[in-house]
């Protein structure tokens, strides 16, 4: 079936989890920038991309806001709720979604859509809820490669990346 809406999780996996405090109480994140091309690929292919986190910060919002992604859900208790008001507003079902998350608070959904994967790093308890491990860690490329894995069953990874180059050639 084609995926029709990518989720995904931020923490551990557009990060490696880790929470990084200052001395004046200032929290910072660390994303890895390779992320940043799953995203564009999506957009390049017109497929929607939302991001389902339970974390409510500032630091999400602002990643998001610079890639353009359109469907942000923050402070998030029940993924698999949030995704299901998500599917009606763009009328389609839970099997044309892709999700990846890396913990307990993902597997519901995880279980419930058309494709999903956690990453490398994910506790192993975690595989029984998702279809595939991913071979990259959390904070590692793991988005990327999620994206590339659905682009390529799909058949829509060259074009992806033929989308790019015009675009990077055009003046």
């Known amino acids: 079936m084609k995926i029709k809406l990518v989720l995904t999780d931020i923490d551990g996996v557009w990060t490696d989890g880790g929470m990084y405090y200052d001395q004046t109480g200032n ?4 994303f890895n920038t390779t992320d940043s091309a799953g995203v564009v690929f999506l957009q390049l292919l017109d497929i929607p991309l939302g991001i389902i986190t339970g974390e ?13 992604i359109n469907h942000l859900f923050i402070g998030v208790k029940n993924k698999l709720e ?14 044309e979604v892709a999700y990846i998350g890396d913990d307990l608070n993902d597997a519901m959904l ?15 308890y975690m595989e ?16 990327r490669e999620f ?10 990874l060259d074009t992806a990346i033929q989308k790019y180059l015009k675009t ?3 003046k």
């Open 110 to 124: 995880l279980k419930s859509v058309g494709f999903s994967a956690v990453p490398a790093n994910a506790p192993s």
């Open 128 to 143: 029984k809820y998702a279809k595939i491990r991913l071979t990259k860690k959390g904070g590692e490329g793991a988005f």
């Open 82 to 95: 949030t995704a299901e008001k998500l599917c009606a507003e763009l009328q389609i079902s839970l099997q």
């Open 168 to 170: 990077t050639q055009q």
């Open 27 to 30: 929290e910072l994140k660390k």
């Open 147 to 156: 994206v590339e894995l659905i682009l390529t069953k799909e058949n829509l």
């Open 56 to 68: 409510n910060t500032k630091i999400v919002w602002r990643r998001a806001e610079k890639l353009k």
